[in-house]
């Protein structure tokens, strides 16, 4: 008989996120048969734990549709990582009191590394708890840090807005660095890994300057204004990419030792001022700098086609495993080749996937530290191909706000540990 | 007989002023048996004054053709303002020689307010030194400052952007905001007059609550916690538009940094992390802020299509006045009607246009001061309407670098005053 499904997103949201929603949602109301109905956690795994969930069944065909080209988490997210069965039996008691309650036997969680940790967890419910449900991860990360996989959906986007906005402004300095800015510094997110900046990178075949401050180089103050100073005179300008994760040598962050706002309190975050004042007090180069935050996760207009694709392709591929009896497991994306980029879905255990960090290679990154290599690009540029851009009215980006409308309590309250 | 075209971009660049480059070239390539050739000034004014010249004849009509879609100044822009005719002479004496020396009896001056005061003086040349040349002011500025015009092209795109950017950042926090970050800041462009921040405002429509921060109305940050606590209240969450030009009451910006440009004008960045800051301290809410510095104004694969058109009109309007035989004038864009929105190319006399800047009107801004009202709107929209994504290549945008080639020279050094 037909169980249900819940389905929650977890953790920061990404252009394409609701595009594995998509791919769940659409393939599971192709098998009725199997999974009745999709129940959502209302900002993730905390609606499963508050019993507050959403009736997919009540968004039209279209609403769905829709969230393929809208970016953010349609049923909301949260920063909660459920602790181990040890340490907060109740939590996990709790699920399977609102899943036995709504008649769940598929979890499909949507998130990064904690979340596939959230989910190896529930996986066990089942030998651990005597509850049978089947748990698959969905990747998600732009940070691009799970293993196996050979890239997490989101991340692809990330790099092309990265790129081509770093293209974009690096043209813009280029035509005013005779009297105006010289410096251009961009600050990108991945606070432990260089995957977003190393996508900065890219405009170097574009014939512009760029200098990438990596959180995994240790920053060699000497050695950055040296050569930003050879790239300025021989260009007339630089790019300047920083990862919010760069570190001074005694490891703390660029962005800590930071400036003085107008009140004289320590900005928070802001590693690219940071750089820019050590050029301009160095060199005396006229800066610029953006920190572009949010934009760069939540940039659905310019997101890569092959990053929604593989978004979409793991959300059915997850519903697939689950309707193949599978439990515990991850879909993952498997490049088959690279000229012409091919890929096709593939299978991990979750037991292989869960607290592993995927690190950038070391061969990805120039020996100098600054840079990024052949390999590197080569891996880089086929998540980027592609454009797909979501439908316009009038003058805005149409993207879905669906109903999100809560399935009917059938337990009692529970408090959620702080 | 035909004689030569000068054409120089200044200031600041745009997302589009190449548009309205490929309006001029394309234009006058049509008219041979009036305008010979276009020269382009290397980095605007300073090339005629150097007499550092490009041969845009060099360039295919391909290259030509792809300057509508990339953005940036092809040939170079400057922040260079020339003195009055009296308080400098000798750099019109320098241009006379240059002009005369490259049979130049077109002058397209391709900026802003400052631009146009530059244009009216060279458009005296004729009266004042005895030297034919026809002057014509092709509008840009992001800052949508020029009066007359209905819009400055460069505008509407960096409205589309900015709008667009809120909207996603927005989307992004709502998903969030449960446990995460209820507070986005994003910082924009427009040091005097708030119409790029307004553009933040187009979201309201979209649902989502927002508090802007305009350079004209004077900062009450009593009143700004307390909408921000409301709006918080009420949806969870809150996105803050801060423009770089807004003011604490004793007349100094909220984003201060004490260094100025070649104009001498004050040198912003910054203001987001001190509006963030504020708030977390008054309300202990969480938050993200993004500065988009140069992103907005760059950012062509989001342009507008309204304003493209537009850019590429004022381009062509401008040699079509010239070769009617008119001097001291600019092409404007004329509004006829909203809904649906219709417009027209007029023209200006320079000596209304110099000199002479628009603010928002008072009834574009709500009277609380903190939004905009439906006049704003009603203006606006049209603005952002349509889009014109640039081809792709290889997962980027496929932008033209022009060869530049230089014209050889056939003058005596010149040494530009410091």
Redesign the interface.
Known sequence: MAKNAFYA?SG??T?VINASACGVIQTARQHKDQIANVYAGR?GI?GALTEDLIDTSQESDAAIAALRH???????????KMKSLEANKAEYERLIEVFKAHDIGYFFYNGGGDSADTCLKVSQLSDSMGFPIQAIHVPKTVDNDLPITDTCPGFGSVA?YI???T???S??????S???TKI?V?EVMGRHAGWIAAAGG?VED??IPVVILFPEIKFDKEKFLALVKAKVEKFDFCTIVVSEGAKNPDGSFLAEQG?R???G?A????A??VVANMVKEALGY?F????????Q??????A?KTDVDQAYAMGKAGVELALQGKNSMMPTIVRTSNSPFAWEVGAAPLSEVANVEKMMPRDFISDDGFGITASCKEYL?PL????D?PP?K????D?V?LQNVAVPKKCSPFELKK
């Open positions: 997103q920061g949201v252009a900002n905390i809208t970016p953010s988490g349609g049923f909301g997210s949260c920063r909660y092309k790129a081509v906005s293209l974009e402004a043209f813009d300095v280029r035509s005013m005779k009297t105006s251009f961009i890219l574009h014939n400036t706002d107008a009140f309190h900005q928070l975050g802001g690219a001022p006229k610029h700098w953006a920190v572009a935050d949010y934009l996760r939540a940039a659905r207009h310019l890569s540029i980027i191909q592609g454009e851009p316009y009038n003058g805005m980006p993207y706000t």
